[in-house]
């Protein structure tokens, strides 16, 4: 397995568990989980950022939910009550969102390299017209 697809499925799982965390516990029980998990996140997308060959799809991707991070940490420690309930939950599933894009991705691009997709253009000499004409095969 790839880095960026361990990173992307832990970021995802974590986003996970914050969005439900966020319904099912008191809100200063929720505040502190989105801290922890949201740093925990801000790890996992700035340790990944060493890889070499992650791309930049993959990088942005990496840098937008840095931000996001940062933002639930912040939402985290300055909102209370109904507040960060929501907050908190926006955010798990923003963290999910960009998890499942990079996710997609990385199976797109897997896809492609594994049955080498390529456009190419070309014409079989049987199939060529005889006026000078190409025909759209």
């Known amino acids: 397995m790839s880095m960026r ?8 799982l974590f986003g996970g568990f914050v969005a439900v965390t ?19 996140i801000l790890v996992v997308a700035g340790v990944s950022q060493l890889q070499r060959g992650r791309g930049v799809v993959q990088r ?14 912040i939402a985290s420690l300055v909102f209370v009550g109904p507040a960060v309930m929501w907050l ?4 798990g599933l923003g963290f999910v969102l960009l998890a499942l894009t990079g996710l997609t991705l990385h199976e797109i ?22 006026d000078g004409v190409r025909s759209a095969a």
């Open 5 to 12: 697809y361990l990173s992307n499925a832990a970021i995802a």
């Open 22 to 40: 966020s319904q099912a516990f008191a809100p200063a029980v929720t505040a502190w989980l989105a801290f922890a998990i949201a740093i925990a």
């Open 60 to 73: 942005i991707l990496d840098g937008v939910t840095g931000l996001l991070a940062v933002g639930a940490i």
């Open 88 to 91: 908190s939950f926006a955010a």
């Open 109 to 130: 691009w897997t896809y492609r390299a594994t049955h080498g997709l390529t456009v190419r253009t070309f014409e079989a000499p049987e199939l060529a017209r005889t």
